[in-house]
T-cell receptor, first 114, second 109 residues
Framework: EAGVTQFPSHSVIEKGQTVTLRCDPISGHDNLYWYRRVMGKEIKFLLHFVKESKQDESGMPNNRFLAERTGGTYSTLKVQPAELEDSGVYFC????????????FGDGTRLSIL | QKEVEQDPGPLSVPEGAIVSLNCTYSNSAFQYFMWYRQYSRKGPELLMY??SSGNKEDGRFTAQVDKSSKYISLFIRDSQPSDSATYLCAMSLGYQLIWGAGTKLIIKP
């Protein structure tokens, strides 16, 4: 069974540019999550999808971040325009459809804003 | 005050030693308790997953939860150099995971 896959593994862009991160969850997992770790800090929750619906986006930092999950399969996280403080590692996770179900993570996208 | 406290280390022990990793937490609403292992440039990998107070064993790993003290532990027996990684505790609040800072563990051959 394929795990959670994320693309790209690393992205370097300049401040003000746009970047789109992609996540493919484990097949059959309705729940999809985005998390972020900035340097020196703990991993923080960004948002949670159930199928194509946003269930909780309380962790999204501001309106420069837009997450979508069209068709309830893969998800994208767009940052537009990127700011220096957006640098960090963005992780995607997926889980089965009950609260507390173990979350399985991808290897993350390392985002560097110059 | 952070919701989950975890000593970042590094913790360095000789091969074969028993390792003890710990987290404390402040929110009694946390429901599930997890330990993840993370190698450099990789994502967190789920190691242990528990719900109630008590012990859960899986091979060389034992997870312990004490809800009355708001304290969780991970024990690694017969530690190997391949166990060298960062170990993160995480706790669920609804569907969200709340994370500790991670402890960097080094097993010396």
């Amino acid at each position: 069974e394929a795990g959670v896959t994320q693309f790209p593994s690393h992205s370097v862009i300049e401040k003000g540019q746009t970047v789109t991160l992609r996540c493919d969850p484990i097949s059959g997992h309705d729940n999809l999550y985005w998390y972020r770790r900035v340097m020196g800090k703990e991993i923080k929750f960004l948002l949670h999808f159930v199928k194509e619906s946003k269930q909780d986006e309380s962790g999204m930092p501001n309106n420069r971040f837009l997450a979508e999950r069209t068709g309830g399969t893969y998800s994208t996280l767009k940052v537009q325009p990127a700011e220096l403080e957006d640098s960090g590692v963005y992780f995607c996770a997926s889980s089965q459809d009950w609260e507390g179900s173990p979350q399985h993570f991808g290897d993350g996208t390392r985002l560097s804003i110059l | 005050q952070k919701e989950v406290e975890q000593d970042p280390g590094p913790l360095s022990v000789p091969e074969g030693a028993i390792v003890s990793l710990n987290c404390t937490y402040s929110n009694s609403a946390f429901q599930y308790f997890m330990w993840y292992r993370q190698y450099s440039r990789k994502g967190p990998e789920l190691l242990m997953y528990t719900y109630s107070s008590g012990n859960k064993e899986d091979g060389r790993f034992t997870a312990q939860v004490d809800k009355s003290s708001k304290y969780i532990s991970l024990f690694i027996r017969d530690s190997q150099p391949s166990d060298s990684a960062t170990y993160l505790c995480a706790m669920s609040l609804g569907y969200q995971l709340i994370w500790g800072a991670g402890t960097k563990l080094i097993i010396k051959p």
